[in-house]
């Protein structure tokens, strides 16, 4: 009984003890606001994981999503999953927070963070739309399970490089992250691919020779096959076919089948160097065929036509391109500047075929046909070579008698679309996917998302006000936080 009334005195003491009570009614405050934080904390980081609330207070918005983008992504009818592939540490945090948008704007959209140290089988598990094994320990992989069809995406799909004369190197421009991926996922979720085949088993073009060519058709988000006729593959009406500068001539078999390909709408894409053999008998007969004859020799710019060729190069042509329904786009656009190094030349046929429409595309501007004879190495112009100005490009109709139309390009140089550095300074992408489009005459997955600015302005007082605000508003919180658990103590 003494026992218990010590408790009863202790208890009543601690009652009438002020600093006792308050500094225990201070611990649980802050006991409970510390708790609250927590949960608050952890209600908005799963709010904002699963709905991607996260203010965007990037330089570029690089890291938000503008209404093409929403809208594709709201039509979305088909499960996309994107594997991050990221290095174990420093992953483009920029990127990661755009995924995540993409994450929570759609239940067929899933994305994850993957290592190739801790999933080795992703390198080969997926290839590309190119049909090459681009996984790298620093791509996204864009796949859609019900098409089977995929994309990988490095780093250089994501930027837009320009030369930079005064350094000597490509500087990074402009960042493409939102209209890469969103493009991307459009493309997987496709029934059927915009294709261009390749012919090959003529010693045409390597893949390692068109590696450039077939990386700017993929990032266009056009499918690239190789077609090898004299293995049994056929080809497809629907799908343009290239020849890319052939050193081995058709077989009989393999003509009737393009014949055949042409008759069914097929189109051709056709490039001869003038390196290339003029007597392939049965390719000549394929361009006879769309009113085009090869000339011989290289197209060589006469000296005083400067506007004609580039710098002090006369064998490196900057031709005159032709308006023409093919080609007004571009020349609307003014995107005309092409560089054609050790050009073939072309001649249209006088007079054409039954149901041909054959005209240049690309002109040069005063030339000569230089022929290049063993022990005779010159350029400069020699007695008895060809002059004037000359078709280095043609473009062909061909109708049949029931009405079908086949259509026939030609260059006289396979760099143009080949060279890393053609690509960056000169029209000749533009070039190359208009082309491709009039022939196929089927537009690619292609969205107008403007990208976003790599490099920071100078800041203004209207950028940097957002994070004035965020810098005082902080510690005033704290400061209330501090009297909420003072201002009882004041008097203890």
């Keep these: 009984m003494s026992g218990m009334n010590k408790q009863n005195a202790l208890w009543e003491k601690i009652k009438c003890n002020r600093k006792l009570r308050c500094g225990g009614f201070s611990a649980a405050l802050t006991a409970c606001l510390v708790l609250l934080v927590a949960l608050a904390a952890a209600l908005c980081d799963g709010l ?182 004299a293995a049994g593959d056929r080809l497809n009406p629907a799908d343009p076919l290239m020849i890319l500068s052939p050193q081995y001539d058709l077989t009989e078999e393999e003509l009737d089948q393009l014949m055949d390909y042409a008759r069914a709408g097929g189109d051709f894409f056709f490039v001869s160097e003038y390196t290339a053999p003029l007597d392939l008998s049965n390719f000549n007969a394929l361009l006879r065929a769309y009113g085009v004859e090869l000339l011989p020799g290289l197209a060589v710019a006469k000296e005083e036509d400067v506007n004609s060729y580039y710098a002090d190069y006369p064998v490196i042509l900057m031709p005159y391109m032709q308006d023409t329904d093919v080609t007004h786009n571009l020349v609307t656009e003014n995107e005309t500047i092409l560089l054609i190094s050790e050009a073939r030349a072309f001649r249209v046929q006088e007079p054409q075929p039954d149901g041909v429409m054959a005209y240049p595309l690309l002109m040069t501007g005063d030339a000569y046909l230089r022929t290049v004879v063993d022990g005779d190495d010159t350029v400069e112009q020699q007695p008895g070579d060809a002059e004037g100005q000359f078709a280095v490009s043609v473009w062909s109709d061909k109708m049949f008698e029931d009405g079908t139309v086949s259509h026939l390009f030609t260059l006289g140089d396979c760099n143009v679309f080949m060279d890393y550095w053609m690509q960056m300074n000169t029209s000749s992408t533009p070039f190359l996917l208009q082309i491709i489009h009039s022939l196929q005459e089927r537009e690619p997955v292609s969205l107008d998302i403007l990208p976003k600015p790599a490099q920071r302005e100078s800041l203004t007082l209207g950028d940097i006000t957002p994070a004035v605000i965020v810098i005082v508003m902080l510690p005033l919180l704290v400061l209330l936080g501090a009297l909420l658990v003072l201002v009882p103590r004041k008097n203890m």
Excluded at 116 to 131: C, E, I, Q, S, W
Excluded at 151 to 167: G, I, K, P, W
Aim: proline share 2%; glycine share 4%.
């Design 48 to 229: 904002e994981n699963r709905f991607a609330l996260q203010a965007d207070f990037s330089f570029n918005g690089a890291t938000s999503q503008g209404e093409i983008t929403r809208s594709a992504i709201a039509q979305l009818e088909k499960d996309v999953r994107i594997y991050a592939v990221v290095p174990e540490v420093g992953g483009d945090e920029n990127l990661l927070s755009l995924l995540n948008r993409y994450d929570a704007s759609s239940n067929h959209v899933t994305v994850t963070q993957e290592s190739l140290m801790k999933n080795p089988v992703l390198k080969t598990h997926f290839t590309d739309a190119a049909g090459t094994n681009q996984v790298t320990d620093d791509c996204l992989i864009i796949n859609c399970p019900e098409t089977g069809l995929s994309r990988v995406l490095s780093q250089m799909d994501f930027s837009y490089r320009s030369f930079n004369m005064e350094t000597g190197f490509f500087d990074e421009t402009m960042l493409s992250y939102e209209k890469a991926i969103t493009e991307a996922i459009l493309y997987v979720t496709q029934e059927s691919v915009p294709t261009v085949q390749i012919l090959s088993g003529h010693r045409e073009k390597s893949s390692e020779e068109t590696d450039v060519l077939e990386e700017t058709l993929t990032e266009s988000n056009y499918k690239v096959t190789r077609v090898n006729l």
